[in-house]
């Protein structure tokens, strides 16, 4: 692959605690990444970081924020949720929305019903 066709990207860390204080008042999906953003965007890594991707980062729009940090945040719940329900059992929810975070809703199949799919024919 040519290196021009490489779509550039940046980390963008966030410590579990303060990321799980943003999650657990979460009510929605948009205003939980903006919090993040919020939060974490000022945090000096990550100030160096995004300005090596793009040096004008800070006259982003909400929409380009939103954009740049949606499947991060995403991902990191994820993995926190995961991480929760093996060592306790217990699941946690993800903010209402985080179905839609990429525009429309998909419509998922739960595990139940996959397994019906397979074994009750």
């Keep these: 692959m040519a290196p021009e066709a490489i779509t550039k990207s940046f980390t963008f860390r966030m410590d579990t ?3 799980v204080s943003i999650w657990k008042n979460a ?4 205003r939980f990444v903006q919090d ?14 995004l300005t090596e991707y793009d040096a004008g980062w800070g006259s982003w729009s909400q929409e380009e924020q939103y954009n740049a940090l949606s499947d991060r945040c ?7 949720r995961s991480s929760v329900k093996k060592a306790t059992g ?3 929810d993800l903010p209402k929305g985080y179905k839609e975070r990429n525009g429309s809703k998909t419509s998922r199949i739960s595990a139940s019903e996959i397994a019906t799919l397979f074994f009750d024919e």
């Design 17 to 19: 605690a303060s990321f």
């Design 27 to 30: 009510n929605d999906w948009h």
């Design 36 to 49: 993040c953003w919020d939060r974490f965007s000022v945090n000096g890594g990550n100030v160096n970081r």
């Design 74 to 80: 995403y991902s990191k719940c994820i993995a926190i």
């Design 90 to 92: 217990q699941d946690m």
